[in-house]
């Protein structure tokens, strides 16, 4: 499964960075004292939080090269996400132990340290100009780590604006410049003649550079589209928005189930939304959008024939490449798209897989399962149709009894996590391997 992919790096990246400070430190650095021992946890936590930060930066830039590697860009979110709480604990846990020991010794509670030789003249080899820049480094470095921890908690906030979530997280940017020139002037000079000064100016280098990207607006630019709305189609029964859209300039095509960052304007940004067509080379493109959310609920008051469009992508790996000739599709909801797009290619590829399509909903349009039912149909999809609302949600026991073979298929799922995390937990007591349970991850928040 590519969540425990994930977390394999995840954990890879840390011990990387632990082990390298490791390496990092001098001969009988193991009988220190306490404030020495505290002075090596502060370079710690701060080479943690400031990797951590490079890491979610890195990935923030949208590096298309390492999709295969993470199975998507909806994955690598996801570990872009982990970075962010990540390197906003390790800069809280930097803060305290920077903080907490100082008060305690001004209260009698600590005893206060003997300042060595070493450490009098500790600052004596330093450069004029790099001991000028402590102070600034040091207050620069303060307000960094307030601007994270509010940048970190309104990106966990689910119920936070989204337009407003997006002109805040353009701050983690300028946030993320000013703790590289807080670590590159503070972090310990010894550590620049070893293997880890190296790791870090390297991780501080590709950081930055995506930092630079994104506050000149340069993430993505090179895989955006311009087009108009070609026309709407609003059904009123399951409050899903058809969108198409006519492309004026080169895109260079999607496959079925890949998704785009669409931005209508107005100031809101883009959003993630799956492509619900086939691409045939027309420049045309369709998405279905559900309206879930204060955005979505207005686009059909909002958009018109003509209004301007910019889309960029494709991303993704809901690619359908499966080892196996039997696949089954599940669908919540909105979910249903990337099979729209698939089914829409197989009616002009034709279909050699044996494919059953359990579309669950609680919002029932017979226009919109009618069209569904009409392209399985043509491509000889097996449609299987379950109304949530009234028979529940769809359990294992129910889809053996639609699909007795399910243990031999590739199963796609795409819907809300809560489903795809009950149907895949029964699905892993029963023996199925998860790598053969497929579903994207839209939590980019």
């Not at 000739?325 to 797009?341: D, N, V």
Request: glycine share 8%.
């Amino acid at each position: 499964m590519h969540l425990n992919r994930l977390i394999a790096v995840f954990l890879a990246s840390t011990v990387a960075l632990i082990a390298l400070w490791l390496l990092s430190l001098p001969p009988g650095a193991s009988a220190a004292d306490f404030w020495q021992i505290r002075r090596m946890m502060i370079y710690l936590t701060g080479i943690l939080a400031i990797g951590y930060m490079s890491f979610a930066l890195i990935l923030a830039a949208r590096p298309v090269q390492i999709e295969p590697a993470l199975g998507g860009l909806d994955r690598f979110y996801r570990l872009h996400k982990w970075y962010g709480i990540g390197a906003a604990l390790f800069a809280l846990t930097h803060w305290l132990l920077e903080n907490a020991p100082r008060q305690m010794a001004r209260r009698g509670w600590l005893e206060r340290p003997r300042r060595s030789s070493a450490a009098m003249t500790e600052g004596s080899s330093w450069t004029d100009a790099l001991r000028e820049l402590r102070e600034p480094a040091t207050e620069l470095g303060e307000w960094g780590f307030y601007l994270l921890l509010i940048l970190v908690a309104i990106a966990l906030w689910k119920t936070f604006p989204y337009r407003y979530f997006f002109k805040a997280h353009r701050l983690m940017a300028p946030t993320y410049l000013m703790l590289v020139f807080h670590s590159v002037v503070l972090m310990d000079r010894s550590y620049w003649s070893e293997p880890l000064g190296f790791s870090m100016a390297v991780l501080m280098l590709a950081g930055s550079a995506a930092a630079v990207a994104s506050l000149f607006g340069r993430i993505g630019k090179s895989r955006r589209a311009y087009g108009t709305v070609q026309s709407l189609n609003y059904n009123n029964e399951n409050t899903v928005l058809d969108v198409e859209v006519q492309l004026a300039t080169a895109w260079q095509g999607h496959h079925a189930g890949q998704f785009t960052f669409v931005d209508f304007g107005g100031g809101e940004g883009h959003h993630p939304f799956t492509i619900s067509s086939a691409w045939h080379g027309d420049g045309r493109m369709m998405f279905s959008i559900k309206g879930l959310g204060d955005y979505t609920k207005k686009l059909p008051e909002q958009l018109f024939p003509g209004h301007p469009v910019t889309i960029e992508g494709p991303y993704g790996r809901f690619d359908f490449h499966g080892a196996r000739p039997r696949q089954i599709w599940i669908a919540g909801g909105i979910g249903i798209t990337p099979f729209m797009a698939r089914l829409q290619d197989l009616a002009d590829t034709g279909n050699t897989c044996q494919i059953d399509l359990i579309y669950s909903t609680n919002a029932p349009s017979q226009e919109f399962i009618e069209n569904i039912e009409q392209l399985a149909r043509r491509t000889s999809v097996r449609f299987h149709l379950v109304l949530s609302s009234r028979e529940g949600k769809l359990s294992l026991d129910r889809l053996e009894k639609m699909v007795p073979d399910w243990m031999a298929a590739d199963i796609w799922f795409c819907g809300p996590e809560p489903f795809a995390q009950a149907l895949s937990g029964e699905m892993e007591t029963r023996g199925f391997p998860l790598r053969r349970f497929h579903h994207e991850l839209f939590g980019f928040r």
